[in-house]
């Protein structure tokens, strides 16, 4: 039995169907913002300062491992309500909300590991989703881009392992923008059209492999298109690559690279 705490974005629904492919039993925690996965009659939607009704489900359901999927909506704090478990672990996760969505899920993580839980990596399932080094479309980088490549992973290399930025933008080996807490495609609407820059998406140093990995998909190739983005990169393995065939002949049409470090 796996227990699945999946929030919003398509990786979540992803991970599911794949799981109900391989006929695994699992039961849900649904922690999207909108119930999304209400009409599954192996989901339950508890409150995120329910720590103990949440553990006491997985030991319940004999459930050994857990994994993560999708984005998890951020408490509203002044409204969440608290069990036991509740009141004694929601300070850690009050003060990982103020840093970001990340740390969030790593003090949960962190928690689930005090009770016995262990947290698997959210494509251990799915491994098919994570591409391995090398080039994956006919353009690729030329050695201007390489430079600048080699900057934005020096960059990744040096900030801290909660901190939200998983993407940047380069262009002839200068940042020209970082991803704020909105997300990939805010900013790269902030950046003048036919920018020639790079989308860089690397983990951190230090980052918790086993969930938050660095995602893109068919929409991120379309966004790349719309703002004249020059292609984009991925680290080997510690990527999450979803609708990959239709991105992949995306690129291809379009002249765009896809590059795995």
Known sequence: MIGLFLGDTDFSEVVLKKIKKLKKKYFIIDFSKNNKFKKDKNSYR??????????????????????????????????????????????????????????????????????GIKVISSIFFNSELSLKKGNFSRVKPTKEDISSINKGKTYFDKINNLDHIQAIVVKNGKIVAKEGREGTKKMLSRLKKNSKGILIKLPKRKQDLRMDLPTIGLQTLKDIKKYGLKGVVLKSKRNIFLDKKEAISFANKNKIFINII
């Not at 006491?56 to 999708?70: C, D, Y």
């Not at 408490?75 to 909300?97: C, E, H, N, Q, T």
């Open 46 to 115: 508890i409150s995120i300062g329910k720590f103990g009704e949440i553990i006491k489900l997985i030991k319940e359901k004999k459930s050994k491992n857990v994994l993560f999927a999708g984005k998890i909506a951020k408490p509203k704090l002044s409204s969440v309500r608290l069990d036991f478990k509740g009141i004694y672990y929601m300070p850690g996760v009050i003060r990982a909300a103020k840093i970001g969505d990340a740390a969030i899920i790593k003090s949960i993580i962190k928690i689930l590991a005090n009770e």
